[in-house]
């Protein structure tokens, strides 16, 4: 089979690729993306303005928590025992980039769980920000999110 074949296509349908005979390896991705906001929603995010509470606190919980849950969401991923999370902003004028690292010791990759940290901490910022973001109209206008990419994927083979 090529590298270019869909794994998870049969003749009966689809399926979850079995990885059972793969080596176990040490495993990292990270995945980043960028929330654009308006100077003054930056700005009160930054002084603790924000009514809902402390918004990038909550973005990492809610990145983590959707990370842990990655297999849940999309249907033929695999269930994995992750050994490490970690959801890092790096807050700038007009918008803030999130980073997502997950790691595990296992038999396939993690960066789909990497994605998905990243993509929930941006939506969440966003949730607790819309209501300064509307406009008179009550819509977004400055609002958005995007280059949502793998920046990093890594096994590391080792004895067993």
């Not at 794994?7 to 079995?18: A, W, Y």
């Not at 109209?137 to 920046?151: A, F, H, L, M, W």
Request: negative net charge; glycine residues 6%.
């Amino acid at each position: 089979m090529s590298e270019k074949e869909f794994t998870h296509l049969t003749e009966d349908g689809v399926h979850m690729v079995e990885v059972g005979g793969k080596p176990q390896q040490r495993r990292e991705a990270v995945a980043s993306g960028v929330i654009h906001l308006q100077k003054e929603t930056i700005d009160m995010i930054q002084n603790a303005e924000i009514k809902k509470g402390n918004v990038l606190t909550t973005a990492q919980i809610a990145g983590i928590q959707a990370v842990k849950k990655t297999s849940d969401i999309i249907p033929l991923c695999h269930p994995l025992n992750l050994s490490g999370i970690e959801i890092e902003f790096d807050v700038r004028e007009s918008e803030i980039e999130a980073k997502c690292t997950c790691r595990l010791t296992g038999q396939t990759g993690v960066e789909m769980e990497a994605i998905t940290g990243v993509s929930v901490a941006l939506l969440t910022i966003w949730d607790m920000t819309k209501a300064v973001e509307k406009d008179d109209e009550g819509q977004y206008p400055n609002t958005r999110i995007s280059n949502i990419i793998v920046i990093k994927k890594e096994k590391i083979w080792f004895e067993n």
